[in-house]
């Protein structure tokens, strides 16, 4: 397997379009990892069924939040999208999210080209109000079995906070590398 914050950038960000590394498709329930050490994906755990992931989740190469990991991205998708797939995506917000007192930003795309929707998803706004509420109430419970209110989303951003944020992990990631 290929390491893809060698063969990956984070992509275009001032234009809003960055590559995208699947980890866990829509749907699942396994808590799959990229390991950047092995240039592996890892399981890390099996979760309940309950808190099976409600849209795709992966990372942006060449990037380093300050929880230690890639910069993770949720990939809103109708169809699941499976593990170390690279997406192109577009950029429509963020979710500022805590967890365990570090900051664990997700940064919310869309496929590039997206002709199920006809790309008409350009920001937050435009997602419907009960999606928003849905990963709010998973990622505010989605620990709770093990430990109980470690987890916050602290409020969601704009494209602009989401490009901020994005540029400043990848200064994290030249740093430590």
Known sequence: MADF?????????????????NEIP????????WNRKKA???????????FAKPCNYGFIPQTL???????????VC?????TGVVVRARIIGIMNFEDDGEMDHKVVVV????????????????LPKQWINQLTHHFT??????????TKVLGWGNIEEAKATIVECQKRWTEQA
């Open 5 to 21: 914050n060698i063969i990956l950038d984070a992509g275009n960000v001032s234009d809003g379009t960055i590559n995208v590394v």
């Open 26 to 33: 829509m749907g699942s329930n396994l808590k799959v990892e």
């Open 40 to 50: 592996i994906f890892e399981l890390d755990r099996v979760e309940p069924e309950i």
């Open 65 to 75: 939040d300050e929880d230690g990991d890639e910069l993770d991205v949720l990939l």
């Open 78 to 82: 109708g169809s699941a999208i499976p």
């Open 111 to 126: 496929p590039e080209d997206d002709r199920a929707t006809g790309n008409a998803i350009q920001t937050l706004e435009d």
């Open 141 to 150: 419970h989605y620990k709770d079995l093990k430990k109980p209110n470690s």
